[in-house]
């Protein structure tokens, strides 16, 4: 099963290219000395700066990927020193922020990340310039005519202004993608996991205008209404593969690609699902498993753009996953793509 002609080293050129549109975010991430009751006062003991979000982390690890076309950034930002990190850090990892719109009335998207070694990460985030974005930001027309070939978008259900459904029971994330689709890129997209209770009909309605879904399992399970867990937390593979299912049914038209610790899971119109187990990481060896989907997405849509073979997106795509866990930020251990090559050589995908 293939995505398309692969093209081999010798013969690639710096054309087409990704745009990366949705969340762009300062993270400041704080290692505590230890997580205090309300009222008392803990230690930080060290502080990161990184920039964060959907289509941040996927685009700069495009970058450190080696991705070879053209990179964008598209999106909203503040009219401040928190937006200026933002183009700063893209640009200078050779991404164009030329559709990046600052805007004079709202502050950049910031999370406080509180983090204690050996225990998970709290997050507290302000929305800001994030909340604003809707349809009317994004020209998806002016990068196909640049060359661009894949638009992404992530993540939805942290996009109010593209996930609120108007009367005519569209979101201005499906008339962002229907435009896209229209102007001949191929959609990709996105979820963040979320408790709203209206999560499968916001992302429904953007689903008929998705060419490849790439989200996590407990996502395809809130969209589609399906256990994919059990009590114990163990993986229900039927449910996994009845969403992959429902999925299909509900729009997406090329592949919706779910991933989890143990394996992804790619299912396509007309084609037997493929079924890649994940490879083994030491817990020892990681340092944060924030960023990690974001890494995997990555790497799915450059083997995407270079037509790849469904078996060899999955198996980069779990090697950027396992480097990206090694790293403090979301987006710092992402190595170049020759290395991912050289780790999946003993990897083998099964198909379902």
Known sequence: MRTGEEVHGSEKRKTGGIVCAGNFIVDRVHTLSYWPEQGNLAHILHQDLGVGGGAANVVTDLASLGFPGQLAAAGCI?????????????????IDVGALLALADQVTAHTHVMNVPGQNR???????????????????AAFAKAGYR???LGYLMLLPGLDRIGPDGRSGASRLLEAAQGAG????????????????????????????????EMEAGRATDIAVRDAKGDLIEAGLFEAGDRLLA????KGAIIHAPEACFWFAPGASPVVAPSRPVDPHEIASTVGAGDAFCAAVLYGLHEGWSVERICAVAHAAAAHCLAGATATDGIPDMAVLLEDTKETTPISG
Not at 123 to 138: E, I, K, P, R, S
Not at 185 to 202: G, M, Q, R
Not at 250 to 253: D, I, K, M
């Open 122 to 140: 709290t997050f507290f985030y302000h929305g800001g310039a994030n909340d604003a974005v809707t349809d009317a930001h994004v020209t998806p």
């Open 250 to 253: 509900a729009g997406v038209g």
């Open 150 to 152: 894949l638009f992404y």
């Open 185 to 216: 890129l191929t959609t990709c997209v996105d979820f963040v996991s979320s408790e709203d209770p209206e999560f499968a009909a916001k992302v429904g309605a953007a689903l008929p205008f998705c060419d490849f879904l790439v989200i996590n």
């Open 78 to 94: 503040g009219a401040d020193q928190d937006g200026e990190i933002v183009k700063a850090r893209l640009a200078n990892a050779g």
